[in-house]
T-cell receptor, first 113, second 117 residues
Framework: KAGVTQTPRYLIKTRGQQVTLSCSPI?????VSWYQQTPGQGLQFLFE???????NKGNFPGRFSGRQFSNSRSEMNVSTLELGDSALYLC????????????FGPGTRLTVL | AQTVTQSQPEMSVQEAETVTLSCTYD???????LFWYKQPPSRQMILVIR??????QNATENRFSVNFQKAAKSFSLKISDSQLGDAAMYFC??????????????FGQGTILTVHP
């Protein structure tokens, strides 16, 4: 079974631009969670989508948004990029219950110049 | 809010030896899950082991085992017969069973493990 895939793997943007990251979950998984990983803040939860609905969100500004499609693929968008948005963005998929395990993709490395 | 603390920023071990990584957590809940994830230089997060809080028996996966002390809120990972491929950043993570926290893992700061040949 194919794992979680994320595209693109690397991105370079400039301040003020916006960016869209994509995540394709493991086949059969309906939940996608997004995390931001930085050296200073570590791994922080952004939000979770299940069946095209956001069920949970972390403490991030409204510039960070997401959506999920009917095939469970998810996109994350960051508008008006700031230097501090430079990070590794990880997505994780699961069946979406309270008892299952999340499996992570390889991440998208975003650099904001 | 739940917090997870890994007090060892770095650890090292000789190949074939045993090493233990520490993790403590703070929660007022009684039903939750704990995980250890491994992140090698490729940055891919890989599940190492999972523990259900309601199970008293410690989880094991081949060379990896945990020491789960619920009352002490401690969850350490023991790696036996360490291999060069075990070198990575290890993260301890907590997940509640409450519905308000769908999809959310709370991570510790990570421990970098170096394996010497």
């Amino acid at each position: 079974k194919a794992g979680v895939t994320q595209t693109p793997r690397y991105l370079i943007k400039t301040r003020g631009q916006q960016v869209t990251l994509s995540c394709s979950p493991i086949s059969g998984h309906r939940s996608v969670s997004w995390y931001q990983q930085t050296p200073g803040q570590g791994l922080q939860f952004l939000f979770e989508y299940f069946s095209e609905t956001q069920r949970n969100k972390g403490n991030f500004p409204g510039r960070f948004s997401g959506r999920q499609f009917s095939n469970s693929r998810s996109e994350m968008n960051v508008s008006t990029l700031e230097l501090g948005d430079s990070a590794l963005y990880l997505c994780a998929s699961s069946f979406g219950t309270l008892t299952d395990t999340q499996y992570f993709g390889p991440g998208t490395r975003l650099t904001v110049l | 809010a739940q917090t997870v603390t890994q007090s060892q920023p770095e650890m090292s071990v000789q190949e074939a030896e045993t090493v233990t990584l520490s993790c403590t957590y703070d929660t007022s809940e009684s039903d939750y899950y704990l995980f250890w994830y491994k992140q090698p230089p490729s940055r891919q997060m890989i599940l190492v082991i999972r523990q259900e809080a309601y199970k008293q028996q410690n989880a094991t996966e081949n060379r990896f085992s945990v020491n789960f002390q619920k009352a002490a809120k401690s969850f350490s990972l023991k790696i036996s017969d360490s291999q060069l491929g075990d070198a990575a950043m290890y993260f301890c993570a907590y997940r509640t069973r409450l519905g308000t926290s769908y999809g959310k893992l709370t991570f510790g700061q990570g421990t970098i493990l170096t394996v010497h040949p």
